[in-house]
């Protein structure tokens, strides 16, 4: 679980890193998001070899949910695919205020926009 965690926040550095000029970065948000959700699911898996607190699975829906604004920040022309996004992202800020951290501040600043 902490192999997909690092992986996806090393995709994400990537797109900060490539910024909007190479126009490649939809595909580093995609592995990224990818990545955070193998890692969300191995988190939550019976067969997990550990426990994760509510705060490291809080961390991993943020990071997820701040990845999917950031891919449709950067691909703003195709609508429906943002809409889409936005949507996933705000479950997964509600995910982490209603089940793993009511106090979670960027969480709340997030579903508040």
């Known amino acids: 679980m902490e192999a997909l965690l690092g992986l996806g926040e090393t995709y994400l550095s990537l797109t900060e890193k490539a910024g ?9 948000y995609a592995r990224a998001i990818d990545l955070l959700s193998k890692a969300i699911g191995a988190s ?50 509600l995910k982490i205020r209603e089940d793993l951290d009511p106090n979670h501040p960027k969480a709340t600043r997030a579903v508040e926009r």
């Open 20 to 28: 909007t000029k190479s126009g490649g970065t939809e595909d580093l």
């Open 44 to 93: 939550e898996s019976e067969d997990r070899p550990k426990t994760y607190a509510k705060s490291e699975r809080a961390r991993m829906y943020y990071l997820r949910g701040f990845t999917k604004v950031q891919m449709y920040e950067a691909s703003r022309p195709r609508w429906r695919e943002g809409t889409r996004l936005v949507q996933e992202a705000k479950k997964d800020f």
